[in-house]
């Protein structure tokens, strides 16, 4: 395994586990992080303190329910894919969707990330 994909699994693990200081340690200090769409997540995120910020109020707005289940990491030592679907509850309801991250690397951490949902639309409904 790429030390690369070892280092998105350990970001992935660290948040399915709630632990935010092991998600931290694997962002660059000046990280970027892209979420696209008109949803009250949508925005670019710069610096891991925003970034961590972000991560912090998605699981707050599903009310602790949002879970990422990971399908496939590939990686090389620029760039990483992670393939995964996501779940949580909002606003009474049980939501489901399919979004990847794509990934750039610098000094073996993550230095940007592009968040990419399959549906746009949907996506935008579950976090608006």
């Known amino acids: 395994?790429?030390?690369?994909?070892?280092l998105l699994m350990?970001?992935?693990e660290g948040r399915a586990r709630g632990d935010m200081a092991a998600v931290a340690a694997t962002l660059h200090d000046d990280v970027i992080w892209h979420v696209p769409g008109r949803s009250q997540i949508s925005g670019t995120y710069r610096g891991k303190a925003e970034v961590m910020?972000?991560?912090?109020?998605?699981?707050?707005l599903a009310g602790g329910t949002f879970q990422i289940k990971v399908e496939d990491v590939l990686a090389n030592d620029e760039h990483g894919l992670v393939i995964a679907s996501?779940?949580?509850?909002?606003?009474?309801r049980a939501w489901q969707w399919r979004g990847h991250g794509l990934y750039r690397f610098r000094d073996d951490k993550v230095a940007e990330c592009w968040l990419l949902p399959e549906d746009q639309y949907l996506f935008d409904e579950i976090w608006s």
Do not use: D, V
Request: proline share 4%; no cysteine.
């Open 10 to 12: 350990r970001e992935y």
């Open 53 to 60: 910020t972000y991560i912090s109020a998605r699981q707050e």
């Open 86 to 92: 996501g779940q949580a509850l909002r606003n009474g």
């Open 1 to 6: 395994m790429h030390p690369n994909e070892r």
